[in-house]
């Protein structure tokens, strides 16, 4: 089990730019997540999939934020045209699908973004 | 929508002493609850859940808690505090029948030598 992998860890940036994370979830996990964290708080949900199918996104998800996983194996969620406010840790977690939602989901270490 | 409170931002118990970390939710439907841990600069670790079954529910590095359905409450507990349990706590509730998990805002725990 090699968990959850992020990548970068740390990202710094200027607004308006356009940035992407990775996420490489655990191998047999089929389902993956993406949260944000800010200082101070606890995650919050972005959106998540099952396999290669986004099935949920969080209102917090704007137009400038997509999410895509092509393969159903690693992810990656891009934010276009970055303001101050997106400004946070960006958690990815996965979980293996069986049940209704009591297997626990595994986070990776986060990428922070920091927008100059 | 379900929501967690977690009563006490920052906790602070000198090391040997007992750890006790609030969390209620609020749900007419009891969720599937879990207890995470972070450590500065890293993701979180799953300490415990609870999703059926006995009420207490003991997880990894001595904690537990206790779901209580008619308090909504499902508080952490160690019961002697050691340096290395100095982090952050969140308490997270996932819906039943949903995949997101909804988190408290936190608990900084602070061990006092």
């Known amino acids: 089990d090699t968990g959850v992998s992020q990548n970068p860890r740390h990202k710094i940036t200027k607004r308006g730019q356009n940035v992407t994370f990775r996420c490489d979830p655990i191998s047999e996990h089929n389902r993956l997540y993406w949260y944000r964290q800010t200082l101070g708080q606890g995650p919050e949900f972005l959106t998540y999939f099952q396999n290669e199918a986004q099935l949920e996104k969080s209102r917090l998800l704007s137009d400038r934020f997509s999410a895509e996983r092509p393969k159903g194996s690693f992810s990656t969620l891009e934010i276009q045209r970055t303001e101050q406010g997106d400004s946070a840790m960006y958690l990815c977690?996965?979980?293996?699908?069986?049940?209704?939602?009591?297997?626990?989901?595994?986070f990776g270490d986060g990428t922070r973004l920091s927008i100059l | 929508a379900q929501s967690v409170t977690q009563l006490g931002s920052h906790v602070s118990v000198s090391e040997g002493a007992l750890v006790l970390l609030r969390c209620n939710y609020s749900?007419?439907?009891?969720?599937?609850l879990f207890w995470y841990v972070q450590y500065p600069n890293q993701g979180l670790q799953l300490l415990l859940k609870y999703t059926t079954g006995a009420t207490l529910v003991k997880g990894i590095n001595g904690f537990e808690a206790e779901f209580k359905k008619s308090e909504t409450s499902f508080h952490l507990t160690k019961p002697s505090a050691h340096m290395s349990d100095a982090a952050e706590y969140f308490c997270a509730v996932s819906p039943r029948g949903a995949q997101k998990l909804v988190f408290g805002q936190g608990t900084r725990l602070t061990i006092n030598p």
């Open positions: 977690a996965s979980s293996l699908r069986t049940g209704d939602g009591n297997q626990p989901q595994h």
């Open positions: 749900s007419s439907v009891p969720p599937y």
